[in-house]
């Protein structure tokens, strides 16, 4: 069990390792939203009498990625590793795809997406609700910024699975928050010492804490953060410990236990015929939950055993594992190469309508003594903004007096600035990745799968976040498939399955006391569903914790819809060139009601029974 010491002493290095990319993220996050100005800058301009333009093009490129990320939404499937595993993978997605529904999973994963984009970073959380069921939970799943997760800096794998540590810090929350997670601990609640994290100096807070010198410690937030706030820190850690595992080298079975005599006694009562037991050092997930200076829970994480590792999924928008000192930079959103970018445009734009409003009326200049006073006044209050009033003396120009040259003349726009800012759009383009095919707004009418296709096209540039988004979606996805027996009875499950389904893959004759098929009035066999057989099929998948690693993968189906449609359209024009393709195929992948699909191939199928009737 760490000390409460070392948590903060782990949670202050990880947060320095942070700090400049949280700073960075921030950045990002307003140039997308528009603030895109210093203040100083703002003011200094405001003075001038110029208004600070903000021509946001960060916002519409985030917008488009978004927007093709949530039109392509593709759904988790299982796929069976060989033949025999077909049911254990229809039955695993069918139950996969209901959690995605219940939890709406997908709409946070499209934040995470957003917010990944925008700044490079952020995470996905999956936790079991008891509320309403105490035996099985529900599973959702919460969206995290980047400045709530700390993990060990010294790791690499984007599954997270070689940091020491992961913290989940949860800032400012109410009294009547930390009672709802802590409700035997009111008495530790009151006790409490520097309810606050000082993340701007972790190494002054980590020894306070270490010396219990709360009254000198320094202050948090305001006052009234300071009377009610309290900061969560939760610590997951891996704790080694010690197994030993019976392992059976003839049938390849192992299993782990707690002792040596467990293991001899599983090998004595399943008759190993090549027995062996393995000690091992292995590292379970354990949580250990912490509030100032005192510790409310230090325990496996709720998802271990049958989750290996941290319950947090990361979605990082472009990554790099080098070795360099400015390691903020290792991880960067669309935003990050394009603010500098996007404030010269700014700036560019700023300066050519500020040039265009001081050049459209130059002023007036008119021959000394030809106006009275009111007139020359009236001149100079209306006529003149923002150019000037002046006069000439006519006997210095011998006499002369043009009336064309009353006006000043306006000097022309200049064409630099507005090559300046041509040029920032074109480099802002070219910067992002994004590019016109991603629009696919050409006037020419195009179908769908042509789109589509111009679409991906166009994503070649961003690539590599794509690839990150898909790995994130797959951990989640098995991590999802891990959790199923927490979150399904067999009962519950067949519910979800259908009895559709059951009927299909489960139904058998009904056998006599003879082991003869019992017949129906009509002759015909009677076929029920066994339900013995379901109830296996169902309890292997649960509860085997190697079902997704010799079992089922998991991975991402089709695009929803404008791939359905695009295989219908290339089944049709197969169909249109003589390939014999089977009606159920074509029916299949239309975008038609699934009730109308089986009235359909009932009707064909009645057609055909029909054609082979012998004609008398």
């Known amino acids: 069990m760490p000390k409460i010491e070392k948590i903060y002493a782990d949670f202050a290095i990880s947060s320095k390792a942070q700090s400049k990319l949280l700073r960075e993220i921030e950045k990002d996050f307003e140039f997308a939203l528009g603030k895109q100005w210093e203040p100083e800058d703002v003011e200094t301009l405001r003075k001038a009498g110029v208004k600070a333009l903000t021509i946001n093009r960060i916002k519409p490129m985030i917008k488009i990625i978004t927007g093709i990320e949530r039109q392509s939404r593709s759904d988790l499937i299982a796929f069976p590793e060989g033949g025999e595993d077909v049911i254990r993978s229809e039955i695993s997605t069918r139950l996969l795809k209901n959690v995605v529904k219940l939890s709406r999973v997908d709409k946070k994963l499209s934040d995470q997406f957003k917010e990944g984009m925008t700044g490079g970073l952020c995470y996905c959380e999956g936790f079991l609700d008891y509320t309403y069921n105490l035996i099985n939970g529900s599973m959702k799943f919460r969206k995290l910024n980047a400045n709530r997760i700390f993990p060990d800096p010294d790791g690499e794998e984007y599954d997270l699975s070689d940091r020491r540590f992961v913290i989940k810090y949860s800032p400012n929350l109410t009294r009547d928050q930390v009672l709802e997670l802590f409700p035997e601990d009111e008495d530790k609640i009151d006790k409490v010492g520097m309810r606050r994290v000082d993340l701007k100096d972790m190494d002054a807070f980590v020894e306070h804490i270490q010396k219990r010198d709360y009254e000198n410690a320094p202050e948090v937030g305001d006052a009234k953060e300071r009377s ?33 005599e467990e293991a001899e006694k599983f090998i004595e009562e399943n008759e190993f015929e090549d027995p062996h037991i393995l000690k091992k050092q292995i590292p379970e997930i354990w949580l250990q939950q912490v509030i100032g ?100 003396d006519t006997s210095k120009t011998g006499g002369v007096v043009n009336p064309e040259t009353f006006r000043i003349r306006p000097a022309p726009l200049s064409t630099g600035h507005k090559e300046l800012a041509a040029e920032s759009e074109k480099d802002i383009k070219e910067s992002s990745g994004i590019n016109p095919d991603l629009l ?19 994503l070649v540039m961003v690539q590599e976040s794509l690839d990150n988004y898909s790995e994130t979606k797959q951990i989640l996805g098995r991590f999802i498939l891990s959790q199923l027996g927490e979150i399904y009875t067999v009962e519950t ?19 006599g006391e003879d082991n003869q098929p019992v017949l129906n009035e009509d002759g015909s066999p009677k076929i029920v569903v066994n339900a013995d057989d379901v109830g296996m099929m169902i309890n292997q998948i649960l509860n085997d914790a190697s079902l997704g690693k010799y079992d089922v993968s998991i991975g991402e189906g089709a695009y929803a819809e404008t791939t359905r449609l695009a295989n219908f359209v290339t089944l049709m024009e197969m169909t249109d060139k003589g390939i014999p393709i089977p009606p159920d195929v074509i029916i299949e992948e239309s975008a038609l009601a699934e009730s109308q699909k089986k009235k359909i191939m009932a009707a064909i199928a009645a057609a055909q029974q029909a054609q082979d009737i012998p004609q008398e």
Do not use: C
């Open 440 to 458: 696919a707004n050409d006037s020419q009418s195009q179908s769908g799968r042509a789109i589509l296709l111009k679409q991906r096209q166009g």
């Open 493 to 511: 499950a067949s519910r979800v399955l259908g009895d559709a389904f059951l009927s299909e893959h489960f139904s058998g004759p009904v056998l």
């Open 293 to 392: 200076d005192q510790e409310f829970t230090d325990e496996v994480a709720w998802s271990y055993p049958r989750w290996k590792f941290y319950p947090f999924f990361q979605f990082i928008g472009e990554q790099m594992t080098v070795d360099i000192k400015d390691t903020d930079l290792l991880i960067q959103g669309i935003t990050r190469g394009l603010r500098d970018l996007q404030e010269e445009l700014n700036k560019r734009r700023t300066q050519e309508l500020r040039h265009l409003n001081s050049t459209a009326n130059s002023g007036w200049m008119f021959p000394k003594g030809a106006l009275d006073r009111r007139t020359k006044d009236r001149f100079k209050q209306f006529g003149s903004s923002p150019g000037f009033v002046g006069e000439y």
């Open 228 to 260: 009610n706030g309290y900061d969560l820190v939760e610590y997951y850690y891996k704790n080694w410990v010690t197994k030993y595992f019976a392992v059976d080298r003839e049938s390849g079975t192992i299993k782990e236990t707690d002792s040596k």
